[in-house]
């Protein structure tokens, strides 16, 4: 996965790449789209080609923006899971006060008017 000089040229100097100019001046019919390296780094095995394709290229600026680009992948995999794991936690915590709602209840149904008259003596 080669990038040609001038891709390599002007992404190390930040600056993007200017669309090309029709033969009368005008910019040809083209639609432009937003593109994001993230959505084609979901895998370990997608992120590792990646580098080793910028690796390939000996430009350490190229290397050093496939690492971050790497690094935010690996940030919004662990969001991700973090979410999930919050989500469960959540349900569980939610099933658990249902639960113990249930068993007051079914505490002070067994109880019964015991648990009333101890309570009365006990404000006396």
Not at 21 to 28: E, S, Y
Not at 80 to 89: F, P, S, T
Not at 102 to 123: P, Q, Y
């Amino acid at each position: 996965m080669s990038l040609p000089a001038r891709v390599k040229i002007e992404r190390r100097r930040g600056r993007k790449r200017q669309p090309e100019l029709g033969g009368n001046g005008n910019m040809m019919n083209m639609t432009l789209t937003k593109w994001d390296i993230l959505k084609h780094l979901q895998t370990e095995q997608e992120r590792a080609g990646y580098l080793a394709a910028c690796m390939a290229e000996g430009d350490p600026v190229l290397l050093a923006a496939a690492k971050q680009d790497i690094a935010r992948a690996r940030e919004i995999d662990a969001a991700g899971d973090a979410q999930e794991i919050w989500h469960a936690l959540a349900s569980l915590s939610h099933k658990l006060s249902a639960k113990q709602a249930a068993f007051n209840e079914s505490i002070k149904d067994s109880l019964g008017d015991g648990l009333d008259a101890a309570n009365e003596m006990g404000k006396r």
